[in-house]
């Protein structure tokens, strides 16, 4: 019998993109909850305690991001998003109504199951299930988010109260993506949430203290026009 890899809700009203993800998911070992429409999927949101919901933005009833916005009033679920609109704005609008992940479609079913997993693992970690206590490794860099501290080969690394915020923000939800704005709001406050250059002034400078090559960084991701993200990492 193929191990049980998680309980899935998947909102979507296209009948021939539900049958083909449920199969593949079901292949994987994930038990599939279909739902039509943004009414029947806050309801199975809501009664089956799902691991992850998987949700398309155009539903018949409502828009997806309303259905993200409802969910988030009462659950810390990853919220992974299939869509076919490709518009920066929305992808930024569905993260910062709290959406972790946004595949455009057409999609190719090997991403979707490699989302699916992050983001099943950093709940899991936020969780407390084989949570790192705080502590992270970037290569060669740890971070000890409760001791402020961070360190290069046991060197410690300078960092100002911005770049520290910043990066904690990131670490805390490694792997998803950090919209411009919700990091904004984390180093500056909410007065700055529009003020995008600064945060590309303090991302580059965390880059070069953080990374071994700045121009071709592997820790600190951009997910262009919409925010940035930390590689998936490991406790210190």
Request: aromatic share 4%; proline share 4%.
């Given at each position: ?9 998947f ?17 994987e ?50 919220i ?14 569905a ?58 080969n ?34 500056w ?48």
């Amino acid at each position: 019998m193929q191990e049980h890899a998680g309980n899935i809700v998947f909102i979507e009203d296209d009948p021939h993109i539900r049958k083909l993800v449920k199969s593949a998911l079901e292949q994987e070992g994930f038990i599939v909850h279909e739902a039509r429409t943004a009414r029947e999927g806050v309801t199975e949101a809501g009664t089956r305690k799902p691991d992850l919901v998987i949700l398309d933005l155009g539903l018949p009833d409502s828009d997806g991001k309303q259905v993200i916005a409802e969910i988030r009033s009462w659950s810390s679920v990853p919220i992974v998003i299939l869509s076919a609109r490709t518009q920066e704005s929305e992808k930024v609008e569905a993260l910062d109504a709290g959406a972790d992940d946004y595949l455009v479609k057409p999609f190719g079913m090997p991403e979707l199951l490699a989302c699916m997993r992050a983001q099943l693992r950093r709940h899991a970690r936020a969780s407390g299930e084989g949570k790192p206590s705080g502590r992270y490794r970037l290569g060669e860099v740890v971070v000890d988010l409760p001791a402020r501290s961070v360190t290069r080969n046991g060197e410690a690394l300078h960092l100002t109260q911005i770049e520290y915020r910043l990066l904690a923000t990131l670490l805390r939800d490694a792997g998803r993506v950090i919209t411009h704005r919700q990091l904004l709001v984390a180093g500056w406050g909410p007065s700055h949430a529009e003020d995008h250059h600064y945060l590309r002034i303090y991302m580059q400078r965390l880059r070069q203290k953080l990374e071994r090559d700045a121009a071709q960084p592997v820790h600190i991701l951009t997910e262009i026009g919409v925010g940035y993200r930390v590689a998936e990492v490991v406790g210190g």
